[in-house]
């Protein structure tokens, strides 16, 4: 049997809710909770549907930290992640911070053109990416900062039940567990 070469990809957004990247990739290693030192989470993204999706906006300022996860990817499995997340992302490697010390990831950055200012991410878009941050235990004042980012309806209902489903799904079958 060959050695797989694993990647660590950092997933600050929707990819951060287990349900959301399992859908898209399958089953992903949990390397664990990570901060980016001179970033900030945004909502905008230009996203194919017209709303604002997140990035890993730089700011060089020390004060900001992004949070995210950590994910330990097969090739195939990056191969699929840029493709879902499209031309309007650039990847870059990144040094975070996670409990056990210093590492390198990659994570995906809005591209200038893609980016414009006003955005509002749809509101089950926001719930995935808090549902996200609340699975794995991100710092509360994050949490905070996510769940006051003013969000609209999606005007196409079909998508917007269909997300909405998913999350009830999750958090119902929480409860449970």
């Known amino acids: 049997m ?40 945004r909502f905008h993204k230009r996203g194919g549907d017209g ?16 949070y995210g996860v950590v994910y330990s990817l097969t090739r195939a499995q990056r191969d699929l992640l840029d493709d879902f997340e499209g031309p309007g992302y650039a990847s870059r490697d990144v040094p975070v911070r996670t409990r ?30 808090e549902a996200g941050a609340r699975t794995h235990d991100l710092p509360a004042r994050y949490i905070e900062s996510i769940a006051t980012v003013r ?14 489903a998913m999350l009830d799904r999750d958090i119902i079958g929480a409860a449970y567990r």
């Open 2 to 41: 060959s050695d797989v070469t694993r990647i660590r990809y950092l997933a600050y957004g929707s990819n951060m809710w287990p349900r959301r990247i399992e859908l898209r990739l399958g089953p992903c290693e949990v390397v664990g909770v990570a901060s980016l030192e001179g970033y900030a989470l």
């Open 51 to 66: 709303s604002g999706k997140c990035d890993a906006f730089h700011t060089a300022s020390p004060v900001d930290s992004l």
């Open 100 to 129: 056990s010390g210093m590492l390198t990831a990659y994570v995906y950055v809005a591209r200038a053109g893609h980016v414009a200012a006003g955005l509002q991410p749809f509101s089950w878009y926001k719930s995935i990416v």
């Open 151 to 164: 969000a609209s309806p999606d005007p196409d209902p079909d998508r917007d039940s269909h997300h909405l």
